[in-house]
């Protein structure tokens, strides 16, 4: 859950296994998805998507931080 300006969001995060990722979504009160980010296993990449022109910074600052802490995988022995 995020909150901003007394405004809550749901934050989801899940796996696609149809591209073979992950992604953290927010969701505003109607369960209407605003943005995702989405890490991609088969070229190690990250993208934003807004669904909405007019999101604010700091909404979408408070999804992007914690989706490159979550999303991106844990590599091991320096690989």
Known sequence: MI???GQSYAVTIGNDIQHDGMYLEVEDGESAVLAEVFYSDRNDS???TGYRAD????L???LIAPARERLTPTRRNGS
Not at 55 to 58: D, G, R, W
Request: charged fraction near 25%; charge should be negative; proline fraction near 0%.
């Open 55 to 58: 999101l604010s910074l700091s």
């Open 3 to 5: 909150e901003i300006l």
């Open 46 to 48: 990250m993208t934003f």
């Open 60 to 62: 979408v600052e408070r």
